[in-house]
C-alpha cells in the first residue's frame, strides 16, 4: 500500500504545471493537478496566446494601407470588436480543451478548486477535499501588480481584462514601460484607438538594450502611439465623458479607458506557504535551487511564481527539467543563459543575449555592429519605418553576446540567431554563413563595420 494518495501534487495547471505533470505521469507516477480557473494558465487564457490574436487583428490597418500602394483597392475597412472577441475565445477554449485532453492522455488527474497546502506531504482542494502527495510542486503564476492606494484605481484595468472588454474604446491610456504595456499600446493604436502611453521611468522597456528602447519609441510614435516618459498617474477620476487621467507633471488627460501594466507578482497569497515554511524572497517569489526545490525537502516550484525568467518557454522547461529529474531518475536543470525573447510590439523586438551597457560590464571591451535601414516593404509606398539591428561582441573571445533585432518578423529571426549564440558563436563564424536575399535577417550576416559611438569616429 502506497505511503501517499499521489507521487505528485501540482498546484496551477497552466505552461509549467502541465509540463510538469505530463512529464511524470507519463513516467509512471501517481499525478494530481489542481487548478482554480481555466486549464492553460495565463500563456492560453490572458497572455501570449489571446494577445498575440490581437496583434495579428491589429495589424491589418497597416497592411491595408499598404496594400494601396502595391496596387490594390481596399474598400472601406471596419473592424467588429465583439465578432473578433467570440472567435477567440473560440479558439482558447479549443486551446484549453487540448491541454485537458493532454494532461487525461497522460494519465494525470485533474481536479478544479483553489488548492491549498496544508504541510510538506498535504494539499486540500478547498471544498473538494484533502490529499496526501510525497511531492508536492507550486506552479502558480505572476498576478499583475496594482498601486491599491491610488485614488481612483478601482476605475482602472489590468492586463487581465482588455481580453474581455464589452466595445472597443475610442481613447484609451496604457500605464507602464513592460513590454506587456508596450504590445497593448500597439494594439490599441492598430485597432484605431487613441493610444497614450504613460511611463514613470527615462524610456520604455527596461532591460533590453539603450538602441533598441529608443528606436522602438520612436517608431510607436511614427504611428500614432503618444509616449509620455517620465510621469506617472496622481488619480484617476470619473468624469460625465470617460475617465480623467491626473497625472504628476500637472497635465490631465481623458480617455475612456485606463490600463495599468506597471508590473507583476508572484501568486503565493493564500497558498499555506508560511504554515508549510516555504521560504519566500523579499518580493515574495518562491525561492528554488538549480532543480526548481524549495527549502522544503518535498516541494518544489516553477513558473512566474519563482520569477526567474517570467516566459512561458521558460516555465515549460522548468517544469519538464523538474519531472525528468524527480520521476525519470535524469537530473536536469534548465539553462537560463541565452533565453531569447520577444515583445510584439509594432514594430516588434526579437532578443537574445546581452544589451550593450550589460556586455560592457561584464567583458569591458566589446565590439557593437548597428545598422539601420528602411523596411523594404513599406519604403516601396513611401513609408518610413525603419528597423534596426545590433550585435554585441565580446572583443576578447569574438563571442556574439547579443542580438537584438527591431523589425518585421524579428521574433522568428531570434530564434534562430539563439541556436548559434546558445552554442557559443564567433563573429567569425557568423560572418562565414551566407546571407539569405532579400530578408531583413541578411543584414545579421553582413554586417562589417563596428559601430562607433557618436563623436568617436572623428577620433577613432
Ligand atoms: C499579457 C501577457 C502577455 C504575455 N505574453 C507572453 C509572450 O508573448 N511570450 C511568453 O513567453 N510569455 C508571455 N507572457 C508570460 C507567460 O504567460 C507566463 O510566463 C507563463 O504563463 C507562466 O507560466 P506558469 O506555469 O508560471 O503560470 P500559468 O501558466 O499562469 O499557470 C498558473 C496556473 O495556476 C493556477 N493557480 C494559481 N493558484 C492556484 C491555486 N491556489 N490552486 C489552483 N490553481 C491555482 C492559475 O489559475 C493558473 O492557471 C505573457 C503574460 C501576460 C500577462
Given at each position: 500500500?502506497?505511503?501517499?494518495?499521489?507521487?505528485?501534487?501540482?498546484?496551477?495547471?497552466?505552461?509549467?504545471?502541465?509540463?510538469?505533470?505530463?512529464?511524470?505521469?507519463?513516467?509512471?507516477?501517481?499525478?494530481?493537478?489542481?487548478?482554480?480557473?481555466?486549464?492553460?494558465?495565463?500563456?492560453?487564457?490572458?497572455?501570449?496566446?489571446?494577445?498575440?490574436?490581437?496583434?495579428?487583428?491589429?495589424?491589418?490597418?497597416?497592411?491595408?494601407?499598404?496594400?494601396?500602394?502595391?496596387?490594390?483597392?481596399?474598400?472601406?475597412?471596419?473592424?467588429?470588436?465583439?465578432?473578433?472577441?467570440?472567435?477567440?475565445?473560440?479558439?482558447?477554449?479549443?486551446?484549453?480543451?487540448?491541454?485537458?485532453?493532454?494532461?487525461?492522455?497522460?494519465?494525470?488527474?485533474?481536479?478544479?478548486?483553489?488548492?491549498?497546502?496544508?504541510?510538506?506531504?498535504?494539499?486540500?482542494?478547498?471544498?473538494?477535499?484533502?490529499?496526501?502527495?510525497?511531492?508536492?510542486?507550486?506552479?502558480?503564476?505572476?498576478?499583475?501588480?496594482?498601486?491599491?492606494?491610488?485614488?481612483?484605481?478601482?476605475?482602472?484595468?489590468?492586463?487581465?481584462?482588455?481580453?474581455?472588454?464589452?466595445?472597443?474604446?475610442?481613447?484609451?491610456?496604457?500605464?507602464?514601460?513592460?513590454?506587456?504595456?508596450?504590445?497593448?499600446?500597439?494594439?490599441?493604436?492598430?485597432?484605431?484607438?487613441?493610444?497614450?502611453?504613460?511611463?514613470?521611468g527615462p524610456n520604455?522597456l527596461r532591460g533590453f538594450d539603450d538602441d533598441i528602447r529608443a528606436?522602438?519609441?520612436?517608431?510607436?510614435?511614427?504611428?500614432?502611439?503618444?509616449?509620455?516618459?517620465?510621469?506617472?498617474?496622481?488619480?484617476?477620476?470619473?468624469?460625465?465623458?470617460?475617465?480623467?487621467?491626473?497625472?504628476?507633471?500637472?497635465?490631465?488627460?481623458?480617455?475612456?479607458?485606463?490600463?495599468?501594466?506597471?508590473?507583476?507578482?508572484?501568486?503565493?497569497?493564500?497558498?499555506?506557504?508560511?504554515?508549510?515554511?516555504?521560504?519566500?524572497?523579499?518580493?515574495?517569489?518562491?525561492?528554488?535551487?538549480?532543480?526548481?526545490?524549495?527549502?522544503?525537502?518535498?516541494?518544489?516550484?516553477?513558473?512566474?511564481?519563482?520569477?526567474?525568467i517570467?516566459?512561458?518557454?521558460?516555465?515549460?522547461?522548468?517544469?519538464?527539467?523538474?519531472?525528468?529529474?524527480?520521476?525519470?531518475?535524469?537530473?536536469?536543470?534548465?539553462?537560463h543563459e541565452m533565453v531569447?525573447?520577444?515583445?510584439?510590439?509594432?514594430?516588434?523586438?526579437?532578443s537574445v543575449g546581452l544589451s550593450e551597457a550589460d556586455a560592457r560590464h561584464k567583458y569591458g571591451k566589446v565590439d557593437i555592429y548597428l545598422?539601420?535601414?528602411?523596411?523594404?516593404?513599406?519604403?516601396?509606398?513611401?513609408?518610413?519605418?525603419?528597423?534596426?539591428?545590433k550585435l554585441v561582441v565580446d572583443a576578447a573571445t569574438d563571442k556574439v553576446v547579443g542580438c537584438h533585432?527591431?523589425?518585421?518578423?524579428?521574433?522568428?529571426?531570434?530564434?534562430?540567431?539563439?541556436?548559434?549564440m546558445?552554442?557559443?558563436?564567433?563573429?567569425?563564424?557568423?560572418?562565414?554563413?551566407?546571407?539569405?536575399?532579400?530578408?531583413?535577417?541578411?543584414?545579421?550576416?553582413?554586417?562589417?563595420?563596428?559601430h562607433?559611438p557618436?563623436?568617436m569616429?572623428?577620433?577613432?
Amino acid at each position: 500500500m502506497a505511503k501517499y494518495d499521489y507521487d505528485l501534487f501540482v498546484i496551477g495547471a497552466g505552461s509549467g504545471g502541465v509540463r510538469a505533470a505530463r512529464i511524470a505521469a507519463m513516467g509512471g507516477a501517481r499525478v494530481m493537478v489542481a487548478e482554480e480557473d481555466r486549464v492553460g494558465g495565463t500563456c492560453v487564457i490572458r497572455g501570449c496566446v489571446p494577445k498575440k490574436f490581437m496583434v495579428y487583428a491589429s495589424e491589418f490597418s497597416k497592411h491595408f494601407e499598404i496594400a494601396e500602394g502595391y496596387g490594390w483597392t481596399v474598400g472601406e475597412s471596419t473592424f467588429d470588436w465583439p465578432a473578433f472577441i467570440a472567435s477567440k475565445d473560440k479558439e482558447i477554449a479549443r486551446l484549453s480543451g487540448a491541454y485537458v485532453k493532454n494532461l487525461h492522455n497522460a494519465g494525470a488527474e485533474l481536479v478544479h478548486g483553489r488548492a491549498r497546502i496544508i504541510d510538506a506531504h498535504t494539499v486540500e482542494v478547498v471544498g473538494v477535499g484533502t490529499h496526501t502527495t510525497d511531492k508536492i510542486l507550486i506552479a502558480t503564476r505572476g498576478r499583475p501588480w496594482m498601486p491599491k492606494d491610488l485614488p481612483g484605481i478601482e476605475h482602472v484595468l489590468s492586463s487581465n481584462e482588455p481580453f474581455h472588454l464589452p466595445t472597443l474604446p475610442k481613447r484609451i491610456v496604457i500605464a507602464g514601460g513592460g513590454y506587456i504595456a508596450v504590445e497593448f499600446a500597439g494594439i490599441f493604436n492598430g485597432l484605431g484607438v487613441d493610444t497614450t502611453l504613460v511611463h514613470r521611468g527615462p524610456n520604455v522597456l527596461r532591460g533590453f538594450d539603450d538602441d533598441i528602447r529608443a528606436h522602438v519609441t520612436e517608431e510607436m510614435e511614427k504611428r500614432g502611439i503618444k509616449v509620455v516618459l517620465g510621469c506617472q498617474h496622481t488619480a484617476i477620476e470619473k468624469t460625465s465623458t470617460g475617465l480623467m487621467n491626473r497625472l504628476n507633471s500637472g497635465h490631465d488627460l481623458e480617455s475612456d479607458v485606463v490600463m495599468f501594466a506597471i508590473g507583476r507578482e508572484p501568486y503565493v497569497e493564500g497558498l499555506g506557504l508560511e504554515g508549510a515554511g516555504v521560504a519566500l524572497s523579499d518580493t515574495g517569489a518562491v525561492i528554488v535551487d538549480d532543480y526548481s526545490r524549495t527549502n522544503i525537502e518535498s516541494i518544489w516550484a516553477v513558473g512566474d511564481v519563482t520569477d526567474r525568467i517570467n516566459l512561458t518557454p521558460v516555465a515549460i522547461r522548468e517544469g519538464q527539467a523538474f519531472a525528468e529529474t524527480e520521476f525519470h531518475n535524469k537530473p536536469t536543470s534548465f539553462d537560463h543563459e541565452m533565453v531569447a525573447s520577444a515583445v510584439f510590439s509594432q514594430p516588434p523586438i526579437g532578443s537574445v543575449g546581452l544589451s550593450e551597457a550589460d556586455a560592457r560590464h561584464k567583458y569591458g571591451k566589446v565590439d557593437i555592429y548597428l545598422a539601420r535601414f528602411r523596411a523594404m516593404k513599406t519604403t516601396f509606398v513611401g513609408g518610413d519605418e525603419r528597423c534596426l539591428i545590433k550585435l554585441v561582441v565580446d572583443a576578447a573571445t569574438d563571442k556574439v553576446v547579443g542580438c537584438h533585432v527591431v523589425g518585421p518578423d524579428s521574433p522568428e529571426i531570434i530564434q534562430m540567431a539563439a541556436i548559434a549564440m546558445k552554442l557559443g558563436v564567433t563573429k567569425a563564424q557568423w560572418d562565414s554563413t551566407c546571407a539569405v536575399h532579400p530578408t531583413l535577417a541578411e543584414e545579421l550576416v553582413t554586417i562589417r563595420e563596428k559601430h562607433m559611438p557618436l563623436g568617436m569616429s572623428q577620433v577613432a
